[in-house]
């Protein structure tokens, strides 16, 4: 079974410019999360998704960040414009209906905006 | 109420030890307690979990232990070897609803040969 991917892995902008992030879950899970991992800390949740719809995006910086997760499957996270403090590991994961509370990672995308 | 606390933030071992790893979190209605293990450039991998309804899970070399009273959840990795050197982070979470994960702050752990 293929794993989460991610891409681009890497990314480096400067502040004001945009950026997006692609992300395709696990084949089959209906969950897709969107976490942000700010060097030396734990990753925050910023969006779930389950299915095409929005579950909990409390944490997202509405006026900068958007997420779309279209046709139920996968995932654009974009950043418009970007400030400094938006430098992280953006992590995508995903988890089944049978099994919910078990959430996979794919590798990440590192960003830095300088 | 939606913390986790996580410590120490680092711990060295010698090969074949034992690296304990110490989780706080104060919202009793978490029911879910899963470690990752994240290497550099990776993202975090499912170690092992618990329910707040048994005390102790062992999967070979990995234990948590739990305490529902004291709220509180450790990591045992007995016999410590290199290759376990990496960033553990403790989380918890709601298992009914599949809802997010609360992250603590994590451990780098170093094995020394």
């Known amino acids: 079974e293929a794993g989460v991917a991610q891409s681009p892995r890497y990314k480096i902008i400067e502040k004001r410019q945009s950026v997006a992030f692609w992300c395709n879950p696990i084949?089959?899970?209906?969950?897709l999360y969107w976490y942000q991992q700010i060097l030396g800390q734990g990753p925050k949740l910023l969006i779930q998704?389950?299915?095409?719809?929005?579950?909990?995006d409390s944490q997202l910086p509405k006026d900068r960040f958007s997420a779309e997760r279209l046709k139920g499957v996968d995932s654009t996270l974009k950043i418009q414009p970007a400030k400094l403090e938006d430098s992280a590991v953006y992590l995508c994961a995903s988890s089944s209906n049978r099994r919910s509370y078990e959430q996979y990672f794919g590798p990440g995308t590192r960003l830095t905006v300088t | 109420q939606q913390q986790v606390k996580q410590s120490p933030q680092s711990l060295i071992v010698q090969k074949g030890g034992i690296s304990i790893i110490n989780c706080a979190y104060e919202?009793?209605?978490?029911?879910?307690f899963p470690w990752y293990q994240q290497f550099p450039g990776k993202g975090p991998a499912l170690l092992i979990a618990i329910r707040p309804d048994v005390s102790e899970k062992k999967e070979g070399r990995f234990t948590i232990s739990f305490n529902k009273s004291a709220k509180q959840f450790s990591l045992h990795i007995m016999d410590s070897q290199p290759g376990d050197s990496a960033t553990y982070f403790c989380?918890?979470?709601?298992?009914?609803?599949?809802?997010?994960?609360?992250f603590g702050e994590g451990t780098q752990l170093t094995v020394n040969p």
């Open positions: 989380a918890a979470s709601y298992q009914t609803s599949g809802s997010r994960l609360t």
């Open positions: 084949s089959g899970h209906a969950t």
């Open positions: 919202n009793t209605a978490f029911d879910y």
């Open positions: 998704f389950q299915n095409n719809g929005v579950v909990d």
